[in-house]
């Protein structure tokens, strides 16, 4: 990775023989954790009985700075050669969703936490003619669902309607707008991820999400000396802040969700801490691939499962690519990622039931994020008797003689 940055400004033989000093984001101890993490992990699903060929990959960053704090891309982190974070092309599955529903959070006048979608059984017909069906990964479907519960459950067929209502050509521009310089089918599948990424892409990608709203290209190397010190580049911090910001924000309470009650609902138990981490797991067709990236307010982690002949591996983001992430995040000192809200976004609270405002004090009633103008407008029972009450202790008041 150090090389890869390096050789966009130096030649291949300056780098061997001018004795450069080059100072990397790489951290030791997190290196360590890293590696740490993938062989023990691997060897504990070997013995849980998946396939002990399984290979991985893992990419830790500064989820503010954009820096490269450790990456393993091997099972066997001392060996050299083909390096799995950096250039294993794999298809990333449901880790793609949260841009779709990013891409609906932008668009307030439409789309809340609450808008209702249909999961139901949809056909597409592909560009070279294919009829696609999509199906949800415990075979059934489920009606009527929130945005949120759709994103929390990873329904497919809710999230390929939201998708196509919203535009294929809109999540790869989005895709690209966060750092993705590499080039997805433009077919529907790819709604459900049958794309390929490497990790470090998917780390990129979730980068913006992750700062809670700044497009920083990630990084390894910061400055370059020449042998008796003196200066000759630096690399420093760029950030570019992201357009609505606000719905980010609104998007990482989903994906807190997604690890309090939704496909990652086991993590916390892995962690073995009490944090709040927003996450989204993913599994391709015939469960071949494994996924999760996880993020908390500091450290961005992105960690891939599989077998390099793609076969079936019987594995699943929950089952394979999480347990190494806790395994490596379970070593960090970790703070909670930042729930706050920026200009342009509020927490309300809200009657999940009927989709309605309420109060704190009202039976049922949770705070919920919302961009504005998204938020609902009717009133629930609780909350108009509340207001009813309370005029009426004022009208008494004043009417006094």
Not at 105 to 115: D, F, I, K
Not at 151 to 164: D, E, F, I, P
Not at 285 to 312: K, M, Q
């Amino acid at each position: 990775l150090v090389r890869d940055q390096l050789q966009r400004d130096y030649r291949e033989a300056d780098l061997r023989t001018e004795g450069l000093r080059i100072f990397t984001t790489l951290a030791p101890f997190e290196q360590q954790a890293a590696e740490a993490a993938v062989t023990n992990g691997l060897k504990q699903l070997a013995e849980r009985g998946l396939d002990p060929e399984l290979q991985a990959a893992l990419v830790l960053a500064d989820s503010d700075a954009g820096e490269i704090r450790a990456l393993v891309g091997d099972r066997d982190p001392r060996r050299r050669g083909f390096n799995r974070a950096l250039n294993a092309r794999r298809q990333v599955g449901s880790v793609i969703k949260p841009f779709i529903y990013l891409l609906a959070l932008e668009h307030p006048q439409r789309y809340s936490w609450l808008t209702r979608l249909e999961d139901e059984p949809i056909t597409l017909t592909q560009a070279d003619g294919q009829r696609w069906q999509p199906a949800n990964y415990d075979g059934q479907s489920h009606g009527s669902v929130s945005l949120l519960e759709a994103l929390v459950r990873s329904y497919n067929q809710a999230t390929v309607r939201l998708g196509m209502n919203i535009g294929l050509n809109e999540l790869l521009r989005k895709l690209q707008s966060l750092g993705v310089t590499r080039a997805l089918p433009e077919l529907p599948s790819t709604l459900l991820g049958a794309a390929e990424m490497t990790p470090l892409d998917v780390t990129q990608a979730y980068q913006p999400l992750a700062s809670g709203g700044f497009a920083i290209a990630l990084r390894a190397v910061t400055a370059v000396q020449t042998a008796d010190g003196a200066s000759l580049r630096r690399y420093p911090l760029r950030l570019d802040p992201v357009p609505q910001r606000e719905a980010i924000a609104v998007l990482n309470y989903g994906l807190t969700q997604v690890v309090e009650q939704g496909t990652a609902k086991a993590l916390p138990g892995l962690l073995g801490q009490s944090v709040t981490v927003a996450g989204k797991t993913g599994t391709t067709n015939e469960r071949r691939d494994s996924w999760f990236v996880g993020y908390t307010r500091d450290r961005l982690g992105v960690v891939w499962v599989g077998l390099d002949d793609n076969r079936p591996a019987r594995v699943t983001g929950s089952n394979a690519a999480m347990p190494l992430w806790a395994g490596l995040f379970r070593q960090l000192p970790l703070q909670s990622v930042s729930l706050d809200l920026p200009e342009g976004a509020s927490w309300r609270w809200i009657d999940p039931l009927t989709a309605t405002l309420s109060q704190a004090d009202c039976p049922g009633a949770s705070q919920m994020p919302f961009v504005a103008g998204s938020e609902p407008s009717a009133r629930s029972d609780c909350l108009e008797q509340q207001e009813q009450d309370a005029d009426s202790f004022w009208r008494r008041w004043f009417d006094r003689d």
